[in-house]
């Protein structure tokens, strides 16, 4: 199957710093990508959609000034968490569609953010 | 708005027999129904996926089906092995745009 590789995979960064995420489509194309959050025990919950050359869209209640995302590329696009506080800690999950096969979804391997 | 719900307890199994997990959705009807294996601390790993049309799909030692009229799918694993412990996800797509919904997993724990 395709592959969706995320970096890094664990991070431990102060409060009030910035962290970046990379989430690359490997062997694929991607025009949009998804971004998604999971707290200790609970499911995952989208957070935005990227979308290769334009604008991210962000779901209800996900601030987009402090989840910068950017997909320069078809094969690329980051999260940028700014001003990270210690409720942003949690495991940040990217995935992926082969754009030519509808259906299912291939996820990066998901990045720890813990913030001290 | 869409909801999905999973048995959130945990299923213990003997290995070799057959687990059963259910998803209930409810305020949607999807086009299709994912299904995914996440083992801790990794992301979701695609396992099948059902379309409406579809009452049942299988795969090695994996069946799923779909009741579009009670609105819930069932996952099965037969001849359960310990490897299989892990927590066990549904999705549906919003509308086909790959926005997934996720269940809260089910964690299956088979014992050898």
């Known amino acids: 199957g395709a592959v969706v590789s995320q970096h890094p995979s664990w991070v431990i960064c102060k409060s009030g710093t910035s962290v970046k995420i990379e989430c690359r489509s490997l062997?694929?194309?991607?025009?949009?990508m998804f971004w998604y959050r999971q707290f200790p025990k609970q499911s995952l919950m989208l957070m935005a959609t990227?979308?290769?050359?334009?604008?991210?869209?962000?779901e209800q209640g996900v601030e987009k000034d402090k989840f910068l995302i950017n997909h320069a590329s078809l094969t690329l696009s980051t999260l940028t968490v700014t001003s990270a506080h210690p409720e942003d800690s949690s495991f940040y999950i990217c995935?992926?569609?082969?754009?030519?096969?509808?259906?299912?979804?291939?996820f990066g391997q998901g990045t720890r953010l813990t913030v001290v | 708005s869409q909801k999905i719900e999973q048995n959130s307890e945990a299923l213990n199994i003997q290995e070799g027999k057959t687990a059963t997990l259910t998803c209930n959705y409810t305020n949607y009807s999807p086009a299709y129904l994912q299904w995914y294996r996440q083992d801790p601390g990794r992301g979701p790993v695609f396992l099948l996926l059902?379309?409406?049309?579809?009452k049942e799909k299988r795969k090695e030692r994996l069946k799923v089906t779909f009741d579009t009229t009670l609105k819930q799918s069932l996952f099965h694993i037969t001849a359960s092995q310990p490897a299989d412990s892990a927590t066990y996800l549904c999705a549906l797509d919003r509308g086909n745009t790959g926005k997934l919904i996720f269940g809260q997993g089910t964690t299956l724990q088979v014992k050898p």
């Open positions: 062997d694929f194309q991607a025009t949009t």
């Open positions: 059902i379309r409406e049309n579809e």
């Open positions: 995935s992926a569609r082969d754009q030519w096969q509808a259906g299912e979804a291939f």
């Open positions: 990227s979308n290769e050359g334009s604008k991210a869209t962000y």
